[in-house]
């Protein structure tokens, strides 16, 4: 529910000094800085520093996985390698894993350089849900670093988890006029138009097949490319993109073969070829990584929504949560059950389902705070309680509880008044523009989802039945089609697609 992870964590690089005992032995300390896209990288160590250059390639690549692996490395040779832990935090698995490591970097960052330093409280600002700060300091960073491409792809970081898209791309622009070959850049500027608002899918599928031209073995850059054929329609492409990119890691030993059975999946469930798309998943989880494996297994389940059987995808979800704990990393296991738990509690409700949905919600609640309790950080757990007050509302307005929805709603925003963010209240207005949509004031209903989250697909599906409640169908029927031309699967999406391509005739 705020600006962490996927928005807050893709955006920083790290630092260091030497390990003690080395110190011990020189007779003057000497800090290599090295410019790695010339915002300095401070070690001692070159053998950190190796593993640390080793990382970033990786993560540019998308191989978050091998990336937290290399970088675990440079932080073991050098364990006062600040940016070390700042990269080992951007690929955290968990919240609880993220702060540990953020904490490590703020505790060794006393040799860091000063770019160094910004990145780290860059990422703490929206740890904190503290955009503001945020822009504040990656403003300060390109200030700093203004011929270092990566500063301004932290700037444009920053503005895309603030919606403001145009300013975003323009700084990605800016980082690629500096190095037009940097990989990261195109693909951040691919996903970009890809997946924000207004998209442009053959300027996706042109950055992206320009990584592919500058990564040729690389499989995660076909598996990005066929992401931007699916997004334009083009399925057919996407498929081809996707086997090629499982060529490239037969035995999945990058963690790639997985990924490219999941999205043929997922091409396979939007084509209505379900049993061929539970093959792709089943052959998907075969080989997949043990952290990769449980979530995986979720997508085998939409192909249930897809199909329109409801139960079977709880029935499924269900066994997940079950068997979590046995094929799944131990700090794993809660994040885990809390993504299966939530696609049960979004079927359920939809569907009316409202015992499932109350108790999956109390489930997911309780595990959600809990986890986020393990981070030591109040205002992180008040987020937490904020995000459980909005699925509480989402459920109490499903089950016609619209007084007990509108209160979670204010509760919602009351736990969050303190934040700097401007985009705190989009939950706030779908909690409440679903209590006003299925009360029938459709212009109510309008008013608050134009409020909400505008990139949620499920939240621009229940929009475009506002609009069709009011009589305005041509915006009805514009919104029905982004919604089904969308490609890209969730829970959200399997249960709306089918609904919205009738509704778009």
């Known amino acids: 529910m705020r600006a962490f992870g996927t928005t807050g964590l893709l955006m920083v690089l790290g630092l260091t000094a030497c390990a003690p005992q080395e110190r011990q032995e020189e007779q003057a300390e000497t800090i290599a800085a090295a410019a790695v896209s010339e915002i300095p990288v401070t070690t001692s160590l070159e053998a950190a520093l190796a593993h640390f250059r080793e990382g970033q390639q990786l993560a540019d690549n998308g191989r978050g996985l091998d990336a937290k692996e290399a970088f675990l490395r440079a932080v073991e040779v050098d364990p006062d390698f600040a940016r070390g832990y700042l990269e080992v935090a ?11 490591y953020m904490d490590l970097a703020r505790a060794h960052s006393a040799n860091a350089s000063e ?8 990422n703490m600002a929206f740890f904190e849900n503290n955009v503001d700060s945020a822009l504040a300091l990656a403003e300060e960073l390109v200030g700093q670093y203004p011929s270092a491409p990566r500063a301004w792809l932290s700037l444009a970081g920053v503005y895309t988890g603030l919606d403001r898209i145009a300013e975003a791309r323009e700084q990605m622009n800016k980082a690629l006029e500096l190095d037009p070959e940097l990989t990261i850049a195109h693909t951040t500027l691919g996903f970009s138009y890809l997946f924000n608002e207004p998209k442009d899918f053959d300027a996706a599928v042109s950055h992206l097949q320009r990584v592919v031209d500058l990564r040729p073995r690389e499989p995660q850059a076909y598996v990005n490319l066929g992401d931007a054929y699916r997004g334009g329609q083009d399925l057919e ?3 081809q993109a996707y086997g090629r990119a499982a060529e490239l890691d037969p035995n999945n030993e990058m963690a790639v073969f997985s990924i490219a059975l999941l999205k043929r999946g997922h091409v396979n469930s939007f084509l209505g070829r379900y049993d061929e798309a539970r093959g792709d998943y089943d052959r998907a989880l075969d080989v997949a990584k043990p952290r990769q494996k449980s979530n995986y297994a979720n997508y085998r389940a939409f192909t249930w929504v897809h199909a329109g059987e409801p139960q079977a995808a709880v029935d499924e979800l269900e066994r997940i949560v079950e068997t979590a704990a046995d094929v799944t990393p131990a700090d794993q296991v809660n994040g885990v059950k809390i993504f299966a738990l939530t696609n049960i509690a979004q079927i359920a409700m939809h569907h009316g389902m409202n015992d499932i949905a109350e108790h999956a919600v109390q489930q997911r609640n309780e595990l959600a705070l809990a986890e986020a309790q393990k981070t030591g950080d109040e205002d992180f757990v008040r987020a937490q309680q904020a995000g459980n007050a909005y699925w509480e ?14 209160l979670k709603a204010e509760e919602y925003a009351r736990l969050l008044e303190p934040d700097a963010n401007p985009r705190k209240l989009e939950p706030y207005h779908d909690v409440l523009g679903l209590v006003a949509l299925l009360q029938g004031d459709y212009q109510g209903a309008i008013d608050h989802y134009n409020q909400a989250n505008p990139n949620n ?9 506002a609009h069709e409640g009011a009589g305005n169908l041509t915006e009805a029927r514009e919104i029905f089609r982004y919604v089904f031309e969308n490609n890209f699967n969730s829970v959200g999406y399997a249960l709306v697609r089918k609904d919205a391509e009738e509704r778009m005739m």
């Open 115 to 122: 770019g160094e330093r910004i990145l780290i409280e860059i």
């Open 237 to 239: 492409a996407a498929r």
């Open 393 to 406: 509302g989402m459920a109490a307005a499903r089950r016609g509880d619209f007084g007990t929805a509108t």
């Open 457 to 465: 697909i499920y939240t621009r599906y229940h929009l475009g039945l």
């Open 90 to 100: 951007n690929n955290a698995n968990s919240a609880a894993e993220f702060k540990e």
